[in-house]
């Protein structure tokens, strides 16, 4: 069963209650070391240019580099430690509400059961959070946090560069599909360079969606009669729940694997973050979005009846 955001955060507030508790501790602390950081820098700042004028070394810059940022780590404490314990006593009861959903910190879905899909980005680097996992209706389905980076070299230097920011949901399906249904943003007149191989275009009856995004498959028939009106609908709506940048999802083997990239606002804190120390707890936004989330999710399993459909 979905909730809504409202009906989650009753569900919540007990829960709730307590890490609000919690938080004005931790904004308590960052009050009162807040000063205290701020002539730290002073001080670091006025002893390394001072050694700087005497000793004109780069090691004395880095030296002024680590204090700062040492005293970065002191000033950001109370803000870390309120995120933890937010993430560590709601996200698991978030996912209790949801039926046979468990939570973890630092999991994430494997790459493994993402590459063949071919919508993935190639990347170097894969660095996962706040993965969901649980079934409903008979389908496996998993969602995280995911960034993806490739290497990248300049002369002798090695440095990463992200080519993927947002969040991974996989369904897992009770059937294997005949063929490979590809959906992605259209790319306009860069279509032609980001073609699919042996996959062709599909054409479709909706023109709000043929303009928004472009359909590769390897079976018409198939790619059709999944993608129907209701449920690139369905699409859009977790889309627009999540409030992305960008999606696209593949339909492969016996998956359904769907991409969303963060929007700029999105880009610094992910989808399950906490709102600001400053901030009260019941007035996140994370909370109604996941519940938002978990809706569009189970609405696509509905609009599929993937658990009752046995062939194309």
């Known amino acids: 069963m979905a909730l809504s955001g409202a009906e989650l955060l009753e569900q919540l507030r007990p829960a709730l209650n307590q890490v609000e508790q919690d938080r004005l501790k931790h904004l308590a602390d960052f009050t009162k070391q807040q000063p205290l950081c701020f002539f730290a820098w002073a001080i670091v700042a006025v002893l390394t240019i001072v050694a700087f004028v005497f000793m004109p070394d780069p090691i004395v810059a880095i030296f002024g580099i680590v204090g700062g940022g040492g005293v970065w780590y002191w000033y950001s404490t109370p803000a870390r430690r309120f995120r933890a314990g937010y993430k560590r006593e709601l996200l698991p009861r978030i996912a209790e509400q949801f039926g046979d959903f468990t939570y973890s910190l630092t999991g994430g879905i494997h790459l493994a059961r993402m590459k063949p899909s071919r919508i993935l980005p190639p990347s170097d680097r894969y ?186």
């Open 127 to 312: 660095k996962r959070e706040d993965h969901f996992a649980g079934n409903f209706e008979g389908v496996r389905i998993e969602f995280n946090e995911a960034i993806l980076q490739q290497r990248r070299r300049s002369g002798k230097r090695t440095h990463y560069v992200t080519v993927f920011k947002g969040l991974f949901v996989l369904l897992d399906m009770n059937k294997n599909f005949e063929g490979h249904t590809i959906v992605r943003k259209d790319a306009g007149v860069l279509n032609f360079f980001g073609s699919f191989g042996s996959l062709e275009r599909i054409k479709l009856e909706d023109p709000d969606f043929e303009r928004q995004y472009e359909v590769y498959g390897s079976d018409q028939v198939e790619s059709r009669y999944l993608l129907t009106p209701a449920f690139m609908e369905r699409l859009k709506k977790l889309n627009d729940s999540v409030g992305a940048q960008g999606m696209e999802c593949a339909f492969y083997q016996n998956r359904l694997l769907v991409l969303m990239k963060h929007n700029k606002a999105m880009s610094s804190d992910g989808l399950l973050e906490p709102g600001s120390l400053k901030e009260p707890v019941h007035q996140a936004d994370s909370i109604a979005k996941i519940a938002d989330e978990f809706a569009a999710i189970c609405g696509i399993v509905h609009e599929l009846k993937l658990h009752e459909r046995t062939g194309i």
